[in-house]
Nanobody, 111 residues
Framework: QVQLVESGGGLVQPGGSLRLSCAAS????????MGWYRQAPGKQRELVAG???NVADSVKGRFTISRDSAKNTVYLQMNSLKPEDTAVYYC?????????WGQGTQVTVSS
């Protein structure tokens, strides 16, 4: 059983930055592909960043995914935030047989 716990969300003004963290139980990086998704109200969940460096076009140049294997933690550094980045952000671990999700962390970009 894989457990993922996100943290780091909150309220930030446009142009600000946040860093989200996803702490995973156990050493999962060798068995699972890690990614960040988000879901805004009334919209479908979408992939924001995955793998070691891939990010969606909508956040390219502003968001960066990274990980610390020693801490079993994946990060999402978000810079130059926009109101349209407002969403619940979820960490995902995708394995050969199934995927696991964290509980999500709310990010609100507003002045």
């Amino acid at each position: 059983q894989v457990q993922l716990v996100e943290s780091g969300g909150g309220l930030v003004q446009p142009g600000g930055s946040l860093r989200l963290s996803c702490a995973a139980s156990g050493r999962i990086f060798s068995s699972y592909a890690m990614g960040w998704y988000r879901q805004a109200p009334g919209k479908q969940r979408e992939l924001v960043a995955g793998g070691s460096t891939n990010v969606a076009d909508s956040v390219k140049g502003r968001f960066t995914i990274s990980r610390d294997s020693a801490k079993n933690t994946v990060y999402l550094q978000m810079n130059s935030l926009k109101p349209e980045d407002t969403a619940v952000y979820y960490c995902n671990a995708r394995g050969a047989a199934r995927s696991y999700w964290g509980q999500g962390t709310q990010v609100t970009v507003s002045s």
